[in-house]
Every structure is written in C-alpha cells, then in structure tokens.
C-alpha cells in the first residue's frame, strides 16, 4: 500500500521561500513519476508540478512555473518541492502522489499558509 507523508509547511511571508518533502513508502519509487498537488479551501486539488522517473524532466503549472522547483531522490525514496517567491495565492494544503493524476491513496497533505 502506497503511503505519501508530506512535511515542511507552515506560515511564510509573501515573497519567502519554503521547503516541502515527501517520504514515499510501499511502492518503487523509480518506477513511478511524480507530482505535487494542492488544494485551496473551496476549490478542486490540482497538479503543480510533474518530475520524470529519474529527475530529468520536470513540468509546472503556469501559475507556479519559475518560482517551485520539484526535486526526488530515488534511493531515499523522497520527494521535494522548493517554493520560491511564494505569493497569498499559494495558501493551500500541499500533497504528493503519483504524476498520473494521484493513482494511490492520498497522505494528510502539509499546510502551507502565506500571509504578511
């Protein structure tokens, strides 16, 4: 059973930078590409960024694109994102899983709140 334990959220100012991981468990992680979701209260969860099977391709969402970085390390079967520049409208519940639309059960996410 796939499990996604995301961590690192909290409060930061418009502007700052965050760091979310994820530690994935009960599947290979090299086998799977993966992906960072969020969902804002009162709207749908959506994908923000996409990273290949071994890292070497990564794609963003335009509302994200050139200011999160997504990031995985295989052999200790994690998952990251770098938040960077983060803006009021990132505020959301921020979760892993995999990079085809979120095939496993999902984790309890990790809150990310931007405010000044």
């Known amino acids: 059973q796939a499990r996604f334990v995301e961590s690192g959220g909290g409060l930061v100012q418009p502007g700052g930078s965050l760091g979310l991981s994820c530690a994935v468990s009960?599947?290979?992680?090299?086998?799977?590409?993966m992906a960072w979701y969020r969902q804002a209260p009162g709207k749908e969860r959506e994908q923000v960024a996409n990273i290949s099977l071994r890292g070497e391709e990564a794609q963003y969402s335009d509302s994200v694109k050139g200011r999160f970085i997504i990031g995985r390390d295989n052999a200790k079967s994690m998952v990251y994102l770098d938040m960077n520049n983060v803006k009021p409208e990132d505020t959301a519940v921020y979760f892993c899983?995999?990079?085809?639309?979120?095939?496993?059960?999902w984790g309890q996410g990790t809150q990310v709140t931007v405010s000044s």
């Open positions: 009960g599947i290979t992680l090299r086998f799977n590409s």
């Open positions: 899983n995999s990079g085809s639309g979120g095939i496993y059960p």
